[in-house]
């Protein structure tokens, strides 16, 4: 069945370093990709996203490419911030859509 | 607009109890959906519905029961509550096009005791 696999956290990076966050995983077809964030105490909001192979998603200076030969999704941001705290989770959406198989997300906490 | 909303946001229950967890967008999405949340092992898919009068399971399903009546809500039931129901609940929705974003509310936390 389908899976995602996120990297172990906690993740524990100075202001301005560089982040990656590393997301592989299996599907049958051509899944659909996401990585969401949930702030402390809040929801998930979707950060963003790619529907095929190769694709780029971007937002708020995250980035991930969708790499199918290597089935990775890894999320990337040049210089992270105290406020990019928070738990990051990589998700995929099968075929017939809707139903999120999600990783066990990644905890990223931000030192000034 | 609201978004998608959730009602409690905290409940205690005792083992057996029963009670209903509300869940409910204004964004006329078709699909929705609710994962249970439990640490190390993100979000696991309980149930969904594709519209209304249609629902089916997820992941794990056993012991809850939901109802789609309307677009809007789509409450989720537990009959019998147990302490391996203690977890965050987010209820989500999405519009069946495209890659289904879904949009998630901010989650109800439940303790069985």
Known sequence: GNSVTQMEGPVTLSEEAFLTINCTYTATGYPSLFWYVQYPGEGLQLLLKATKADDKGSNKGFEATYRKETTSFHLEKGSVQVSDSAVYFCALSGNQGGKLIFGQGTELSVKP | ?113
């Not at chain 2, 594709?50 to 056993?62: K, S, W």
């Not at chain 2, 203690?86 to 005791?113: D, H, I, M, N």
């Open chain 2, 1 to 113: 607009n609201a978004g998608v909303t959730q009602t409690p946001k905290f409940q205690v229950l005792k083992t057996g109890q029963s009670m209903t967890l509300q869940c409910a967008q204004d964004m006329n999405h078709e699909y929705m959906s609710w994962y249970r949340q439990d640490p190390g092992m993100g979000l696991r898919l309980i149930h969904y519905s594709v519209g209304a009068g249609i629902t089916d399971q997820g992941e794990v399903p056993n012991g809850y029961n939901v109802s789609r009546s309307t677009t809007e809500d789509f409450p989720l039931r537990l009959l019998s509550a147990a302490p391996s129901q203690t977890s965050v609940y987010f209820c989500a929705s999405s519009k069946r096009q495209g890659a289904w974003e879904q949009y998630f509310g901010p989650g109800t936390r439940l303790t069985v005791t």
